[in-house]
Structure formats: structure tokens, C-alpha cells
């Protein structure tokens, strides 16, 4: 069935350094992938996304690649801020449905 | 801009009572949605509606209810609330039936004790 795997944290980083939160789907056809990002105390906000294979989301310094061959949607950083400390959700939309599918999220605690 | 408000950040009900969560989205968007949030867990949908009086199952319905008579308003009801139902709840919605981004509301943190 279709589900999302992404990496478990928490992931504790220093400030300006690099950041990859690694995210893996299983899907038929060909999903629309998000990132959500959750700041504390907030609902989730959409980070950036991707309708098809090749395409580059990008959003406040971060990227991710939609990788039909590895099936894959990797969130990537330069250089984090204390600011990015958050729950960061990986996600997918199939073609026929409506509902997003959530990976279980990836809490960054970043440090000065 | 873009908004989705929930009727409660936070909520306190005793077991056995008749629980309702409101969601309000003011960009007429014909699906609406609730989910969710768990520790460890992520979010799983619970229900979801394409458009007025019209709803689906999600992954976890059981224990849960909803209503959708005007396009903008989504409830959420918890029939006879149980301490397995403390958790955070999320409302979204969204323009399109399908593949187009989800608004999300701030959440309504709900303890059953």
C-alpha cells in the first residue's frame, strides 16, 4: 500500500550546518510530494512540494528533488538557523485520492 | 491570506461526553479534512469531505462522526469521548479534489480524562 518512510529524530544540529532529512515513498502512479513543516505550537505549514519527477521544490533555503527512480524526496539545507527548529513531515498525494499521506515526522533542534 | 481556524486551541471533556470540533476555512475550498497527531505516530486521516454533506472515511473513523452543511465549516464530533481520543487534531483544506496543497488550521489539543 501507499505509505511515506522518513527518518526518526530528533536530529540536534549546530547553527550553519547542513542539514538532510531523508524521506522515501511507496506509491502506484505518480504522486505529488510536500514537505510540512510544524514550529512549536503551530499547525503545519507548507514548506514546499513537487508534482513530478525532476521537479525542485524550494522554500527559505531548503530543497528537495522528487526521485521517481529511488522513489525518494530528500530535504536539504546549506546552513540551519536556530529558527528551523521544528517537526518537519514528509508527504505524498496520489493522483486518484485527495488525502495527504504523512511519514511520521522528523523533529530539528538547532543550537547556537 | 490563506486562513483555516479551528474553534478551540485547547480542550478539556470528561469521558463519556459528546465532543465537537469546529473547523472554519474562509478560501471556498471544496475539501476539508481532519486528522490526527500522535507522538511517533504522524498524522492519519480521520475523515474527509469533497464538498457540502458529503463525507469519506479516513485511516481511523471509528469513535468519530462529522458534519459539513456549509462549504466553509467542518466538524468534527466525538459521540462519547474515551481517554484513547486525547490527542491534537488537525483541520485542512484544500482547492481541488485532488494533488493541490492543504491549508491547515493551528490545532485543538484535546484531553479526555
Known amino acids: 500500500g501507499n505509505s511515506v518512510t522518513q527518518m526518526e529524530g530528533p536530529v540536534t544540529l549546530s547553527e550553519e550546518a547542513f542539514l538532510t532529512i531523508n524521506c522515501t515513498y511507496t506509491a502506484t502512479g505518480y504522486p505529488s510530494l510536500f514537505w510540512y513543516v510544524q514550529y512549536p505550537g503551530e499547525g503545519l505549514q507548507l514548506l514546499l512540494k513537487?508534482?513530478?519527477?525532476?521537479d525542485k521544490g524550494s522554500n527559505k533555503g531548503f530543497e528537495a528533488t522528487y526521485r521517481k527512480e529511488t522513489t525518494s524526496f530528500h530535504l536539504e539545507k546549506g546552513s540551519v538557523q536556530v529558527s528551523d527548529s521544528a517537526v518537519y513531515f514528509c508527504?505524498?498525494?496520489?493522483?486518484?485520492?485527495?488525502?495527504?499521506?504523512f511519514g511520521k515526522g522528523t523533529t530539528l533542534s538547532v543550537s547556537s | 491570506d490563506v486562513k483555516v481556524t479551528q474553534s478551540s486551541r485547547y480542550l478539556v471533556k470528561r469521558t463519556g461526553e459528546k465532543v465537537f470540533l469546529e473547523c472554519v476555512q474562509d478560501?471556498?475550498?471544496?475539501?476539508m479534512f481532519w486528522y490526527r497527531q500522535d507522538p511517533g505516530l504522524g498524522l492519519r486521516l480521520i475523515y474527509f469531505s469533497y464538498d457540502v454533506k458529503m463525507k469519506e472515511k479516513g485511516d481511523i473513523p471509528e469513535g468519530y462522526s462529522v458534519s459539513r452543511e456549509k462549504k466553509e465549516r467542518f466538524s468534527l464530533i466525538l459521540e462519547s469521548a474515551s481517554t484513547n481520543q486525547t490527542s491534537m487534531y488537525l483541520c485542512?483544506?484544500?482547492?481541488?479534489?485532488?494533488?493541490?496543497?492543504?491549508?491547515f488550521g493551528p490545532g485543538t489539543r484535546l484531553t479526555v480524562l
Open positions: 485542512a483544506s484544500s482547492r481541488r479534489r485532488s494533488t493541490d496543497t492543504q491549508y
Open positions: 513537487a508534482t513530478k519527477a525532476d
Open positions: 478560501m471556498d475550498h471544496e475539501n
Open positions: 508527504a505524498f498525494q496520489g493522483q486518484a485520492g485527495t488525502a495527504l499521506i
